[in-house]
């Protein structure tokens, strides 16, 4: 999907980011090495989801969309992320979800 994604550096950052703010948060051995591996791909920028590494939306946005090119369309979505953490079965504790939306008007008439 990567050759797709038009602001793949951007995506990128974001989801460096994540992966390293959960494994700070929960300490966890494998997340650490998940975060290893996804920083030895190519294109992984330097400090970027880095323990003490940093990540900035462009322009100061507090929502980075996803422009990725569907059938030489350009489609912006962006997601929200829901997360548990205080369930009672041990199975969904931590459990994330992220939907995806259309972020302008083209894109949700080109999903429509």
Do not use: C
Not at 29 to 47: Q, V
Not at 87 to 111: H, K, M, N, R, S
């Amino acid at each position: 999907m990567a050759p797709r994604i038009r602001n793949l550096a951007q995506w990128r950052a974001r989801l460096l980011h994540q992966v390293a703010a959960r494994a700070d948060r929960t300490a966890d051995p494998r997340l650490r090495e998940l975060l290893t591996e996804l920083r030895s791909y190519a294109g992984a920028d330097d400090g970027v989801g880095a323990p003490g590494g940093s990540y900035r939306a462009a322009h100061g946005d507090v929502v980075v969309p996803l422009r990725v090119l569907v059938g030489g369309k350009e489609l912006s979505l962006v997601s929200m992320t829901t997360t548990t953490l205080t369930a009672g079965d041990v199975t969904i504790d931590e459990l994330q979800i992220e939907a995806f939306y259309p972020a302008d008007d083209a894109t949700a008439a080109a999903l429509r």
